[in-house]
Structure formats: structure tokens, C-alpha cells
């Protein structure tokens, strides 16, 4: 998890994501931080053990950290926060020791993760970011603008 490390501690993570804390402060629904990076992360390797999918653990959380890190420009400059995070993922990764190879799936994952394709890693990922949300135990779940249908109402993983 060396790597994954090297990420935690990159200058332009950091840098984008106290942009994201500053802007999401007062935020009332799911936020944007490490602990949603990390419910991901670990959710994506659960379902990749159970499923036996058999992706590299750093390459699981690769995506699962910087999925969400392009939240910065959105708040910042109105980019879409997907093509954002793939263009930051794009420096972050270059920078902590990943391939070209490694790379292409990351990036590749991130910018799908409001699609609806059926590429696995791309599906774990969606599958992890809406679970990782309890919206059972959410404050806001009331206003909340998912789809009821869509709102985790228990405990599934
Ligand atoms: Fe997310």
C-alpha cells in the first residue's frame, strides 16, 4: 500500500481536498471526504473478494480515493467533477509511481462513475459509491434528492 500512501500524501490531493472540506463545511448531505474515499475503497475490495473479481487491492484504492477528489473544480470552476477527478488523478498518479497501464484503468473508472456501463471495475465502483452512503442512519434523508429507490434503507455489506 505504498503507493496508496504516496496519494494520501501528494501535494495536489492535499491541495484539492481541503478545497472540497473548506466548500462542503456546512454541507448537510454526503460529504466528500476521506471517510467516503475509504468506505469506498473498502467496500470495492470486499466485493472483490467475495466476487472474486481479483483486482490489485492499490489499484482499487487508487480509484476509490481520487474518484471523488475533482469535487474541488466543480465547487471551484463548474467543471463535472468526474472529468475533473480524472484530470487530477491524471497528475496524482504520474506522481506516486503508477504505469501508463495502471494508469488508463483509473482514469478510465473514475470518468465512468455516473455511467451506466457494464465494465467490472467500472461497476464496483458505482456499486461501492452508493453503498458506502447510510442513509438509514442520514439526518437529511428526507431531503435528500436520490431516488427513494435508491436510498440505502439498511444494512446490505
Ligand atoms: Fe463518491
Known sequence: MDRINLILNNKVFLENYKIIEKYEIDRIFCKHNLSHFLDVARIM??????????????IIYA??????IGRSLEYTKNIKHNKASKDLALIILSECNF?????????????????????VINKLLREADKLSRNCFDCLSFKDCNWDEERKNKGITL
Not at 49 to 58: Q, S
Not at 63 to 68: N, T
Not at 109 to 116: C, L, T
Open 63 to 68: 480509484i476509490a480515493l481520487l474518484h471523488d
Open 99 to 119: 504505469s501508463e497501464s495502471e494508469i488508463e484503468i483509473i482514469v478510465s473508472s473514475i470518468i465512468a462513475h455516473n455511467d451506466f456501463d457494464h465494465i
Open 45 to 58: 475490495y470486499i466485493k472483490n473478494l467475495e466476487e472474486k473479481i481479483n483486482f490489485k487491492k492499490d
